[in-house]
């Protein structure tokens, strides 16, 4: 599907869709559980993808209204009677292929073209480190994957810097298993947060686990079981990035547009409230009631580091294509392993719109102030974040912009373009 964008003024009230990463691992934990019902819930292409995968292990998940009622698999998954599909969702790969190290017997696990291009090899390793047997079908650390288990190890080593996914999935698996897990992290762990949202959510279904002065540790031998059988989802703050940019580049002057549902929580990606106020917006986060209010102002460049917030690169390198001077994106080499290479992604959609940028491996600057926005086709690259950061610059352009591949947008929010038509913007859609 295409997405033509004209430009718009955008103002009023829109709703965050629920967290993906809080959904990911609610769904899971409750495979992990017995009986759980999981509230707000965010049903999606990746979410998806998850649910079936606690289904092929023996679990059920049945969707009614805003809630998922989930059967699960008590603590030992069975063996799949069928190739795990894991789709466009390198989370849902993650912290299955732990899970499936706990079935006494061999699981398969492939995606799509892009999720068998991510790295899954330093999970590998610790799943055969543990004494299971993990590989990859090609030798090349990429899915299709075989996991056979279970795993009897306690310790395991691992790099953080690749993905906090697999110290996710480890803790998660290594909560049933007889005698608990020791991760000891080799390197520093970028993308910390996600592994704080996993922290949250385990503490939620009456999981203990904790950080080390090394890594991090799980006792054995628990049992998820969650207060009352239920799990509320919060909302989802990567998805608040696009919608707080929106009404920052490009808000009805002297109106505001008011985001709900942005509680408070662990997610890292809550760090785009500060850098779009950092920037010049001006920005009204009522904690307690969850909303936040923002207007558009003229924003200056900033320095952002996205370390631990991998899914905010798209985001802010459209405000900095808006914004006067050079806004430089730092710490992202790990961002160019997501669902397609970010980093070039948005420097050569951004290009195509008339955007300067200096792209290095490990970094992102864009020159705002040497850029003028013109509306063009671009490419969506099959990635939801591409798509929607896009979008947020077809607001501002001068003249329409169309982005091709735009239905990836139901990876994460996937009435994206209605909100933003309930919000103002004028576009249309060629299927």
Request: with cysteine; glycine share 12%; hydrophobic share 40%.
């Amino acid at each position: 599907m295409d997405v033509t964008i004209t430009p718009s003024r955008v103002a009023g009230r829109a709703r965050a869709p629920p967290s993906k990463s809080y959904t990911h691992r609610a769904i899971l934990a409750a495979g992990y559980a017995s009986r759980t019902t999981v509230r707000d819930a965010l049903w999606s292409a990746d979410t998806k993808a998850t649910a079936h995968a606690v289904s092929l292990f023996g679990g059920s998940v049945d969707r009614n209204d805003d809630a998922l009622e989930v059967e699960g698999f008590d603590g030992q998954p069975g063996v799949p009677d069928d190739v795990i599909n894991c789709e466009n969702s390198g989370t849902t790969m993650r912290l299955v292929t732990a899970a499936a190290a706990l079935a006494d017997g061999t699981s398969v696990l492939t995606g799509d073209g892009s999720l068998r291009s991510r790295p899954q090899g330093p999970l590998l390793e610790a799943i055969a480190d543990l004494g299971g047997e993990a590989f990859s079908t090609r030798g090349n650390g990429q899915a299709p994957l075989v996991v056979t288990g279970p795993i009897s190890g306690t310790e395991v080593s691992i790099p953080g810097d690749v993905s906090s996914q697999y110290i996710t999935a480890l803790l998660m698996a290594g909560a049933v298993t007889e005698e608990g897990l020791e991760i000891d992290l080799e390197t520093e762990l970028k993308s910390a947060p996600y592994v704080d949202i996993t922290l949250e959510v385990l503490a939620d279904f009456g999981v203990e686990a904790e950080k080390t002065e090394t890594g991090f540790t799980v006792d054995g031998g628990q049992r998820y079981d969650p207060a009352d059988g239920e799990y509320r989802v919060p909302g989802d703050f990567s998805s608040i990035s696009y919608l707080l940019a929106a009404g920052a580049i490009a808000g009805e002057e002297d109106e505001v547009v008011r985001i709900e549902g942005a509680q408070p929580s662990a997610q890292g990606d809550k760090a785009i409230v500060e850098i779009v106020e950092e920037m010049g917006a001006d920005v009204d986060w009522n904690r307690e009631g969850g909303t936040i209010d923002v207007s558009a102002a003229d924003l200056e460049g900033v320095e952002v580091s996205v370390e631990d917030t991998p899914d905010l690169l798209p985001t802010i390198a459209t405000l900095g294509a808006v914004a006067d001077g050079d806004t430089r994106i730092t710490n992202a080499e790990h961002v160019r392993y997501k669902e397609t290479d970010r980093v070039s992604a948005m420097a050569e959609e951004l290009g195509k719109l008339g955007v300067e940028t200096t792209e290095k491996q490990e970094s992102l600057t864009v020159h705002g102030g040497e850029s003028t926005l013109e509306g063009a086709a671009v490419d969506g690259r099959g990635d939801h974040r591409i798509v929607m950061a896009l979008a947020l610059a077809g607001l501002v352009a001068d003249g329409e912009t169309t982005i091709a591949g735009a239905e990836h947008v139901d990876v994460s929010f996937p009435n994206f373009f209605e909100t933003l038509e309930e919000l103002g913007a004028t576009l249309k859609r060629d299927d």
